[in-house]
């Protein structure tokens, strides 16, 4: 069984720093797309993908985030639990939305988030960036 939990959301001023984490656990496929990913759904705005990175370590970002956000990933000897971070510097109040943790195979594009005909989700942790 594949577990998906997210953790460190909050209220941040604009311009400041917040870290989000996610404890994947069970996801042991290893296939060549096979990736950890950060999305997030504004209060009207459709999901977008923030970052993700790839089990050996290939990373992509949005447009709107690149430059400020990093992702990382640390995990267990036997890689069966693995941490995903989201680092998420000089904060716009655009970054405001709900932010889910997702592990798969493949990029999701849709409307909402989250999906779960499409990889394993978290239930998302709420950031709010404030003036």
């Known amino acids: 069984v594949v577990q998906v939990v997210e953790s460190g959301g909050g209220s941040v001023e604009a311009g400041r720093s917040l870290t989000l984490s996610c404890l994947v656990s069970?996801?042991?496929?290893?296939?060549?797309?096979?990736?950890y990913a950060w999305y997030r759904q504004g209060p009207v705005a459709e999901c977008e993908i923030v970052a993700d990175?790839?089990?050996?370590?290939?990373?992509?970002?949005?447009?709107s985030v690149k430059g400020r956000f990093t992702i990382s990933q640390t995990s267990s000897q036997d890689s069966v639990k693995t941490t995903i971070y989201l680092e998420m510097n000089e904060m716009k109040n655009d970054d405001t939305g709900t932010y889910y943790c997702?592990?798969?195979?493949?990029?999701?594009?849709?409307?909402?988030?989250?999906?779960?005909?499409?990889?394993?989700w978290g239930t998302g942790t709420q950031v709010t960036v404030s003036s």
């Open positions: 069970g996801f042991t496929r290893d296939f060549y797309d096979s990736h």
């Open positions: 990175i790839t089990k050996s370590g290939r990373t992509y970002y949005g447009d």
């Open positions: 997702k592990a798969g195979d493949s990029q999701y594009v849709g409307e909402t988030c989250p999906n779960s005909e499409f990889g394993y």
